[in-house]
Nanobody, 113 residues
Framework: QVLLVESGGGSVQPGGSLRLSCAAS????????MYWVRQAPGRGLEWVST???????YYADSVKGRFTISRDNAKNTLYLQQNSLKSEDTAVYYC???????WGQGTQVNVSS
């Protein structure tokens, strides 16, 4: 059974930081491309970041320089360090391997003053 369980979301003021985690099980995490995807209220899914098995990373322009994706293959865990958060970062954040159809349940991030 494949499980992706996100944690670490919450409420923070603009300029603040959060670290999201995603614990993976039931598939070969270490060889999977992993993604963070978000959905803001009333909007569609938006790609945030990708990390390849070897650690190469990609970011959406909207988060580049502020967010950092990383992975610990020994712990089967994906991370997203979020710094300098803005109100427009408010969304439900999902970790996923969408090409295999694996999605977590999401974690809510609220950025407001």
């Amino acid at each position: 059974q494949v499980l992706l369980v996100e944690s670490g979301g919450g409420s923070v003021q603009p300029g603040g930081s959060l670290r999201l985690s995603c614990a993976a099980s039931g598939f070969t995490f270490s060889s999977s491309w992993m993604y963070w995807v978000r959905q803001a209220p009333g909007r569609g899914l938006e790609w945030v970041s990708t990390i390849k098995p070897g650690g190469i990373t990609y970011y959406a322009d909207s988060v580049k320089g502020r967010f950092t994706i990383s992975r610990d293959n020994a712990k089967n865990t994906l991370y997203l360090q979020q710094n300098s958060l803005k109100s427009e970062d408010t969304a439900v954040y999902y970790c996923a391997d969408p090409f295999q159809g694996y999605w977590g349940q999401g974690t809510q991030v609220n950025v407001s003053s």
